[in-house]
């Protein structure tokens, strides 16, 4: 399903990040695990096709993503990968149900309110459809960007810390919805993370 192939990225002149070869399955759910500053951020960017590497390859689906031009891998991307950041990163001036539906149009899909209404009830939120950013708590905010990232139904979801600034319980939370949400829309499950509170919940580890 995912394929990392001699990869690497280097920074500036003198910093290179080298990553060994991984593989992972359809349906697994993996926990990238480091410390801060150890390239996470930066696999989980090429990963999904925000960073283009210097050397080696990323296939998901048997597709090399970036042998497509750009648009197409935009389209790729808003098909078959969803992100969870570690903030939500939500459009202030739009209201949940807008920020959803926007999600669909970017992977050319048209707005579906059922499927909106659907996986915000999933996440008990489902009365904060019309709800502006500013009028949720941080953990709702969260929720709406899980819902966001699952709302096209991914072959891979990818969450980059997303228990970094969240207390004990609703780490427990979103890692229990991560990992249930990801098995409800049969979804490929890649949590990266230096919170060892993870740990116990996968049994594959891509350390770093």
Not at 6 to 31: A, C, P, R, Y
Not at 132 to 152: D, K
């Amino acid at each position: 399903m995912v394929k990392v192939s001699s990869l690497s990225h280097i920074f500036g002149k003198n910093t290179e990040l080298s990553f060994k070869d991984w593989e992972v399955k359809t349906g697994q759910q993996w926990l990238l695990l480091g410390k801060s500053g150890s390239g996470k951020t930066t696999l989980i960017h090429i990963l999904t096709g925000l960073l283009n590497p210097q050397k080696g390859k990323i296939y998901i689906n048997d597709t090399d993503i970036y042998s497509l031009s750009p648009s197409k891998l935009d389209s790729f991307r808003g098909k078959n990968i969803g992100i969870v950041f570690q903030q939500a990163h939500l459009i202030k001036s739009l209201n949940v149900y807008q920020n959803l539906s926007i999600a669909q149009s970017f992977a050319g899909l048209k707005p579906n309110k059922q499927r909106i209404t659907q996986v915000l009830n999933e996440l008990q939120i489902g009365h904060k459809i019309k709800n502006y950013p500013h009028q949720l708590s941080q953990g709702q905010m969260q929720r709406v960007a899980i819902a966001r990232a699952v709302i096209n139904k991914p072959a891979l979801l990818v969450a980059d810390e997303p228990t970094a600034s969240l207390d004990d319980e609703n780490a427990q939370i979103v890692l229990e919805l991560l990992l249930s949400l990801s098995k409800t829309n049969g979804s490929t499950l890649i949590v990266a993370t230096h919170d060892a509170r993870l740990k116990p919940a996968f049994t594959h580890q891509y350390i770093l």
